[in-house]
């Protein structure tokens, strides 16, 4: 603090602007320590070749969009992009109209043995992928369903469950209990209940639980690498782990091709934001 | 409109008995208040009446006919809640609307019929400038207006409401209160109202239940469970200041309470001698005097204690100092009376409004 700096409001306005300063380099190395290796990746993806294997420069002289070029036009990527698309959108839409089936009845409806439920749902997604793959590949197979999308797609909706069901059931829970009993009196089913009344004003929860939902069937490597086959129905993820030749890795190719696959969820998240904010019961009740 | 009729409900939930056994019949058209203190149950049975919740034994009876198992929308209830629960994702008009949109296809109106019927309801609330906004642009009378025409605009046959006003400020809550008296007065549904605040129970109902730990202490019209409550714990908990009850002993020709004594012989021959009595006065009944009355007929030296002006006059607690410890009192002072905490004053105790009640049972002696 400096001496004499006057009264007691510039003190405290020295030390309000300390903490501040304090607060930014805090964000500011945090965000750095986040985003370091994307911000490497995005480096690497405009080198040329020559520039990728020589340190320094650490920035290029001169970008190239020659990564951008063969992954976009000359590799199956973009086809994976769609495939991953149509994947996690149906994984997303299966999970949440089960979990919201599933997540009111466990939050609302009387059923007995809720904490067992609970529990069981949830002891499913505690079993490490790599213990189910092989039987589930058999199944698959049995199926007639290996190396199709719908296998993948399906799989990540099971798999994703547990989360989109406790999320859910939280947030119904969170929604004033009188407000279903006003629908219930007012004369609905309690289906009615929900699709009228509790879904709507759930819209946050549903819209966490949807992001998060496609974030993993986007991002999941190991059931997707497993149950496909062929070029034309890999996922994204699958497709650049697939990227490296026999005689070498393409780095650049690499770092464009995952900063692709990065940016639509990037931007889903950045949209979604909005309804993330909770504050749609306002006004509800009193409080 | 209908009778509404409870037959031996009991309630359990998991290992806990809510409520033990209640009977209870609400004539048609009757506004019936339920009061109790919170946790006696009341918010149970009114769940149980509108359907919410299912009774683990005995019936309940619309115009007689069983509706125990029913599911609340085919019981034609309405149910108003201390919170309102208003759909915050409608607008006014789609709240007052909803009830009529999910009614079972053979009640269903049309779009214009509905249109009708919610412009007839908002009218009648005072809402038709409202009908556009969202719950949270209301303010609290509003929100209760709003709760009220959704309830109303179905015309259910039983009318049903969990402490509706207790969230509203005081001069809204007498307002309400006064509202809510015109529209039982028009519409004559049968209403069941549930309430913690006696002092609504006594000005809004044609009859009413006092119930404790789930059990029905006393039904009557507000006047009789006044002048004649059946047991200590109505005679405490109904009325404003409580009444005060002292602990007293027969004692010859005396009723005998700390300094208190007062002739027996109103209520006399069924007393023996020093048997113990518990002996309840409305604090009306106590007049409170300035100090010079002291030592007159039937007056008791005191203390003042706590001094509650209530407008007209004052609720003055006196401490007594006896030989068998303190005695405290609550009374009225005197018209023109103006004293002061620690002021020495004289209480009489006016014969004529004794309530004596067994310390046993603490049922009231002489029930008829």
Not at chain 1, 250 to 267: E, F, H, K, Q
Request: proline fraction near 7%.
């Amino acid at each position: 603090m400096m001496p004499g700096a006057g009264g007691n409001g510039s003190r405290g306005g020295i030390r309000r602007f300390g903490v501040r300063g304090l607060a930014f380099c805090v964000l500011i190395s945090a965000g750095l320590f986040c985003l370091g290796p994307v911000l490497w990746q995005a480096v690497t993806s405009v080198k040329s070749d020559q520039d990728l294997v020589r340190l320094p420069p650490i920035l290029p002289e001169q970008a190239t969009a020659s990564h951008y070029e063969r992954v976009l036009l000359q590799s199956p990527l973009a086809r994976s992009l769609v495939n991953s698309a149509v994947v996690a959108a149906s994984a997303t839409t299966v999970s949440i109209v089960v979990g919201s089936f599933c997540a009111f009845a466990l939050a609302r409806l009387p059923i007995a043995g809720k904490p067992v439920i609970l529990g069981l749902v949830l002891s499913t997604s505690m079993f490490p992928p790599i213990a189910v793959i092989s039987p589930l590949y058999l199944l698959m197979r049995g199926l007639g369903l290996r190396d199709t999308l719908v296998a993948v797609g399906l799989t990540h909706a099971v798999y994703a469950l547990p989360l989109a069901v406790w999320l859910l059931t939280s947030f119904f829970r969170q929604l004033p209990r009188e407000v279903y009993y006003a629908a219930r009196v007012d004369g609905c089913t309690p289906l009615r209940a929900l699709l009228s009344v509790l879904l709507p004003l759930a819209r946050p929860g549903l819209a966490v639980a949807a992001l998060l939902v496609f974030i993993y069937s986007w991002n999941e490597f190991m059931f997707a690498l497993t149950l496909t086959a062929s070029d034309s129905i890999r996922t994204a993820p699958v497709a650049v782990a697939l990227f490296p030749g026999l005689y070498e890795i393409p780095w650049g190719d690499i770092a464009a091709a995952s900063l692709v696959i990065t940016l639509p969820v990037a931007g889903l998240a950045a949209l979604f934001q909005r309804h993330i904010v909770a504050g749609l019961t306002a006004g509800s009740v009193k409080g | 409109m209908a009778e509404v009729r409870l037959e031996r409900i009991s309630k359990w939930f998991g290992a806990t008995n809510v409520l033990p056994d209640v009977s209870l019949t609400i004539g048609d058209g009757e506004l019936f208040a339920i009061v109790g203190p919170s946790g006696c149950g009341k918010s149970t049975l009114l769940h149980l009446l509108a359907g919410l919740d299912r009774p683990t034994s005995g019936r309940i009876l619309f115009d007689g006919v069983d509706v125990t198992g029913l599911e609340p929308r085919d019981r034609d209830v309405a149910l108003v809640f201390q919170n309102y629960a208003l759909y915050p994702h409608m607008t006014v008009r789609d709240n007052l609307a909803f009830p009529l949109r999910v009614a079972s296809r053979k009640n269903s109106l049309g779009r214009p019929q509905i249109e009708d019927e919610v412009r007839r309801v908002a009218g009648f609330l005072g809402l038709e400038s409202l009908l556009d906004r969202r719950p949270g642009e209301l303010s609290g009378g509003q929100r209760q207006r709003v709760a009220l025409g959704r309830a109303l605009i179905r015309k259910p046959r039983v009318f049903l409401m969990d402490e509706p006003l207790s969230n509203l400020d005081a001069q809204l809550r007498a307002s309400m209160r006064a509202e809510l008296r015109r529209l039982h007065e028009e519409l004559k549904i049968t209403t069941i109202y549930v309430t913690h605040d006696q002092t609504e129970a006594m000005t809004l109902a044609d009859r009413l239940a006092v119930l404790n730990q789930g059990r029905v202490q006393q039904v009557d019209q507000p006047h009789d469970i006044y002048e004649r409550p059946a047991n200590l714990f109505v005679a405490g908990f109904m009325g404003y200041p409580p009444m005060n009850l002292l602990e007293a002993r027969v004692e010859g020709e005396m009723l005998r309470a700390g300094p208190i004594r007062l002739a027996k012989s109103r209520v006399a021959p069924m007393f023996s001698l020093h048997q113990a009595v518990m002996l309840g006065i409305r604090p009306e009944a106590i007049v409170v005097e300035p100090a010079e009355k002291i030592g007159e007929e039937g007056s008791v030296a005191g203390v003042i204690r706590l001094i509650e002006p209530s407008g007209t006059g004052a609720w003055i607690t006196v401490d007594f100092r006896g030989q068998d410890g303190p005695t405290t009192v609550i009374g009225t002072a005197v018209p023109g009376f103006v004293p002061k905490i620690r002021d020495s004053v004289a209480v009489v105790v006016q014969q004529a409004t004794l309530h004596l009640f067994d310390p046993a049972t603490g049922q009231r002696f002489g029930s008829a």
